[in-house]
Structure formats: C-alpha cells, structure tokens
C-alpha cells in the first residue's frame, strides 16, 4: 500500500511507502479518498506524477501536485498550491480559512471550487488576494479556467483571466460574467457574457437576466421568469418554462420561448420566433427588420409590427404561410 512518509516532520512525499497504520475511516477530499494528509504544522507537501487527493491539514502550507490531476483541500491555514502539470482542483474549506493561494497553469484544466460555502464568496481570477470571503484574501489567478462557487449570492467574474473560463454559481442569486461558459444554477443569477467570441450562457431554475456578447452566444434561461437578451451576432436563445422575455438584437437570431407567456422580439437581422407550447395567450412577437419568420405555438399568439418604423410604407400581412409578410420584398 502506497501511503504518505512524514519527512522531518515538514516534508510529504507521496511515493514513499510505510507499514500499514491501525484501519480507521479513510478520509476524503472532493468524495475522493485521500492518498496524502498533512499534519498540523507548517508543511511542504510533494505528490507524485500519479494523480494524488491531498488533505494538507492546519498550518502555512505548500503544496507541489507535480504531473497528474491533483484534488487538494487546504485547511485552516495561509496555504499555497502550485498543481503542476494536469487537471488540479483546489477545494476550498466550507469556512473561510485563511489567505490561499491557487495560480492554475493555464494549460490544463484547472479548478477553483467554493461549492462547499453557504456564505457569499467573491472570485476575480485577476491575480490580486481579494477572493473568498469578504476579508478572506484568497488568490485565484488568471491561469484558472474553471471555477464554481457556493450556495451564497456570489460574484464571479473571469475578466482578467488569459484563458477560456467557465464560470458556475452554484445555489444562490449570483452576478456572473465571463469570457466563455457561464452557469448560473438555482437562484435569481445574472450573468454577462465579456469576450469576444462565441459563449453558452445557461441560467438553470430561478428569474435570470442574461445578456450575450458580440459573437454567436447560445442562450438558455432555464425554469423561472428570465429575460434573455442577445448580442451583435446571430444567437439562439432558449427560454425554458416560464414567462420570459427573449430580445435577439442584432444578426439573425433563432428564439424560442417554450411553456409559458413569453414576449420574443427579433431585432434586426433574419429571425426565427417560435412562441412554443402551453396557455401562450401573452405571447408577442415582435418584428423590427428583416425576413423573420413567426410560428405561435398553442395558445393565442400575437405577431405585433408596432415597432416597424415603415416610413410610410405599407405592412401587408396575410396570414398564409407563406414568406410574403411585412413591407413589400421583405419575405
């Protein structure tokens, strides 16, 4: 059995092997079962290539993952954990616990996980020691890709980041913005897309306000009463259940509004508007340019021009499904 040896009571080197101790409850980190534990003092912990679960215990720790895909639960304590080459996690304590340090390595995927919190936590990936807790002062660098916070109103923001980053909430009213993938999870979240490509933004159960970037964004609300608003480019966006407000903005957008009293409104640009299932009585459709094409759904379902500013020219509308709707050659 391969088992952590306590070096001068200040080194742990994973690939050193010591006489089995008295069986007792395997402790985890993550759900995973621990294969290095620190000790209550000031350690410096070494895993292995493999992929190691360290518990580094109370005290100022140091934590070396080397290669593999390292899951790490610093403890009470201002720790630090360089991860090495991998997918590494960093499991924050559910209390604040001290002033840690995570930098990611910006090649592999790598974790920053808060998920355990009940308490709001702030995470920046700028490199600064202002994440966790108010006061807490963790670091969670740019180098991050991944991070998921707790079940508390928490702001997550990847804007600084070098990477693709995907950003998760967890339960709770959470302010989200990032450069790739966002997730809110339950709760009223908000999240705003910042990069310059293409991102997925999916608020989860919850009134969610979700705003896409300039590029091709896929865009779910999720349950609840969202409003979902896309950006300069050509977006699909998905209401879910619920009374929702789906806004396309520019390009040519693919909106669909599901169960519930939903108001879709194209923006400029070719649209497709489907209102969707279920007692869609307040269903709107809006046109304001371009040849888009409407389908209600079940219920009563209202395809409204009134925005069209047709500078005197004349709305034909015939109802026949047919692509010859709106100002004359629009289709």
Do not use: H
């Amino acid at each position: 059995m391969r088992l952590p040896y306590l070096l001068g009571a200040a080194v742990l080197i994973g690939a050193l092997i010591i006489p089995a101790a008295p069986a007792q409850a395997a402790p985890t980190c993550n759900g995973l079962p621990v294969t290095i534990t620190g000790t209550a003092g000031n350690d410096r912990i070494i895993g292995t290539a493999g992929n190691d679960v360290i518990s580094a215990g109370a005290g100022n720790d140091t934590v070396l993952g080397l290669d593999g895909n390292d899951t790490v639960c610093l403890g009470p304590g201002d720790d630090v954990f360089d991860g090495g080459n991998g997918d590494d996690t960093m499991v924050a304590d559910a209390v604040p616990d001290g002033r840690d340090v995570f930098a990611g390595s910006g090649v592999d995927r790598d974790i920053a996980t808060y998920a355990a919190r009940t308490t709001p936590v702030t995470i920046t990936l700028d490199g600064v020691a202002n994440d966790g807790a108010s006061g807490e002062g963790d670091n969670i660098g740019p180098n991050v890709t991944v991070v998921i916070g707790g079940s508390g109103n928490d702001v997550i923001n990847s804007a600084a980041a070098k990477f693709q980053t995907v950003l998760q909430g967890g339960p709770g009213n959470d302010r989200i913005s990032g450069n790739f993938d966002l997730i809110g999870d339950s709760g009223d979240d908000t999240l705003t897309f910042t990069g310059t490509g293409s991102g997925g933004l999916f608020g989860g159960d919850g009134n969610d306000t979700i705003t896409g970037g300039p590029s091709t964004d896929n865009i779910g609300g999720g349950n609840g009463n969202d409003t979902l608003i896309g950006g300069g480019d050509g977006d699909s966006i998905f209401g879910g259940p619920g009374n929702d407000i789906l806004i396309g903005q520019d390009g040519n957008d693919f909106l669909a509004g599901d169960d519930g009293d939903d108001e879709l409104i194209g923006g400029l640009g070719d649209d497709d508007l489907l209102g969707g299932n279920g007692n869609d009585t307040a269903d709107s459709l809006v046109s304001r340019d371009g040849a888009d094409f409407f389908f209600g759904g079940a219920g009563i379902d209202t395809a409204n021009y009134g925005p069209r500013q047709s500078g005197g020219n004349v709305l034909l509308l015939s109802l026949d499904g047919v692509a010859n709707d709106g100002e004359l050659g629009e289709g």
